[in-house]
């Protein structure tokens, strides 16, 4: 039985999930771009990143990680260690169920994205099959069954609070949370059937997300321009008999 979500994404189950994940992300990345790319979690061992075309891609770990050739760099979710509007996008797979405060994992994001930077988000559906198993399998305390799935809706909400526009997203993988794979390959129609019939009960959803840039008021002088007039017209003063 898996100890870490590090193990359970290593497990059948896990990897088959990831397999899923990958050409979701790797198409909502092709349309974003920016000169640094940051993906939390490195744990989950899946380069995420891979295809974006940000020129230097940045990868966060709560430990050292020796295993990947890229930039890795030692953090938490909580406190980033980088300078405020100092990176353009930001990936964040199966981080915000993991965390003791989602929402401060999410001011950070705020705090250290660039203005029109993007945050995509890979989460677990409460409202689908993995949800009802996270109810029955909570008291085992073995991940992914640990997490606080979080509605899409609420994630939603929290980023508009901080400025943010949803952009685009996908609903990913309709299969039960089956280790058996010769199971998951008899079940393997209702992939395509909840696109179609049951879209929001799949069991994973992305999210991307946009910083908006505040606009600018403009500053109307004290006066105002009577704009009846024709210009090099005098205007005309009351005549009294």
């Not at 590090?6 to 990958?22: I, M, V, Y």
């Not at 990947?68 to 199966?94: D, K």
């Not at 606080?148 to 309709?174: C, H, P, Q």
Request: net charge positive; aromatic share 8%; hydrophobic share 45%.
């Amino acid at each position: 039985m898996p100890s870490t979500l590090t193990d359970w994404f290593n497990t059948r189950l896990g990897q088959s999930l990831l397999a899923a994940e990958k050409p979701h992300v790797t198409r909502h990345l092709a349309k974003l771009y920016g000169p640094t790319a940051v993906q939390m979690g490195v744990d989950i061992e899946v380069d995420f990143l891979e295809n974006s075309e940000a020129l230097h891609h940045i990868y966060v770990s709560r430990e050292p990680c020796l295993g990947t050739a890229n930039a890795a760099v030692v953090g938490i979710p909580e406190c980033l260690p980088f300078e405020a509007r100092s990176i353009g996008l930001i990936v964040l797979p199966h981080v915000i169920e993991f965390t003791h405060d989602p929402h401060q994992v999410l001011r950070e994001v705020n705090r250290v994205l660039m203005p029109e930077g993007h945050v995509l988000i890979i989460g677990f559906n409460p409202m689908s099959m993995w949800g009802l198993c996270r109810l029955a399998l909570a008291h085992r305390r073995t991940p992914p069954w640990t997490g606080r799935f979080l509605r899409l809706s609420r994630i939603k909400d929290w980023l508009a609070i901080l400025g943010f526009e949803s952009v685009s997203g996908s609903m990913v993988y309709y299969l039960p949370p089956l280790q058996s794979e010769s199971i998951r390959k008899k079940l393997g129609a209702l992939q395509k059937l909840g696109d179609r019939w049951w879209p929001m009960m799949a069991a994973v959803y992305i999210l991307v997300a946009r910083k908006r840039q505040p606009g600018m008021t403009p500053i109307t002088p004290a006066w105002k321009e009577n704009r009846g007039l024709t210009p090099g017209i005098v205007e005309p003063v009351a005549r009294s008999r």
